[in-house]
T-cell receptor, first 116, second 113 residues
Framework: AQKVTQAQTEISVVEKEDVTLDCVYETRDTTYYLFWYKQPPSGELVFLIRRNSFDEQNEISGRYSWNFQKSTSSFNFTITASQVVDSAVYFCALSEARIRANNLFFGTGTRLTVIP | GAGVSQSPSNKVTEKGKDVELRCDPISGHTALYWYRQRLGQGLEFLIYFQGNSAPDKSGLPSDRFSAERTGESVSTLTIQRTQQEDSAVYLC???????????FGPGTRLTVT
């Protein structure tokens, strides 16, 4: 069965601090995809990144970076020099190639509060 | 439109009533999903449409839930005889046929009193 675990329910940091959001996943599929979405207070989910199971290269996009490690089944997300606008709930999600729908299995989210 | 739109944005209904929620996907997106997000929880998959193929209804929690989509256009999610546990935000997402990323609408917040 597939499962996504985000053990950190809430995190608070002071502006300009770095913060890492953890994500651990379980899947039996050999081909799968991992995602991060941001849900700001407005409620609409915003796609941030997708990684394929066969590509373990880490990725950096501005202040955001992602560390994908198959050996530990983790896909962690780091925000450097956090800003107040980063305050949101962040969801990690998994989809499996074997499932026709490619529907997303979500973790329960991590609420990040950046304090000015 | 530029993004996925949903209506209504909020719906309050009495227990036992039927409700219908609407989703307009991004133009050209062949795949459409419905998810449910209970308070403080992640999203749960409900149903998937892809073009004219048979929908994947594996996530529907009970036979009170149903959804329709004609071709690659609008979808409606219907909940019959609503119960208080149906209170949640219902999110719609669409994606292009060969893509992996799903793009979400703003959701419909359903409150059953």
């Amino acid at each position: 069965a597939q499962k996504v675990t985000q053990a950190q329910t809430e995190i608070s940091v002071v502006e300009k601090e770095d913060v890492t959001l953890d994500c651990v996943y379980e899947t039996r599929d050999t081909t799968y995809y991992l995602f991060w979405y941001k849900q700001p207070p407005s409620g609409e989910l915003v796609f941030l990144i997708r990684r394929n199971s066969f590509d373990e290269q880490n990725e950096i996009s501005g202040r955001y970076s992602w560390n994908f490690q198959k050996s530990t089944s983790s896909f962690n997300f780091t925000i450097t020099a956090s800003q107040v606008v980063d305050s949101a709930v962040y969801f990690c999600a998994l989809s499996e190639a074997r499932i026709r729908a490619n529907n997303l299995f979500f973790g329960t989210g991590t609420r990040l509060t950046v304090i000015p | 439109g530029a993004g996925v739109s949903q209506s209504p944005s909020n719906k309050v209904t009495e227990k036992g009533k039927d409700v219908e929620l609407r989703c307009d996907p991004i133009s050209g997106h062949t795949a459409l999903y419905w998810y449910r997000q209970r308070l403080g929880q992640g999203l749960e998959f409900l149903i998937y449409f892809q073009g004219n193929s048979a929908p994947d209804k594996s996530g529907l929690p009970s036979d009170r839930f149903s959804a329709e989509r004609t071709g690659e256009s609008v979808s409606t999610l219907t909940i019959q005889r609503t119960q208080q546990e149906d209170s949640a935000v219902y999110l719609c997402a669409s994606k292009a046929g060969l893509a992996y990323e799903q793009y979400f609408g703003p959701g419909t917040r359903l409150t059953v009193t």
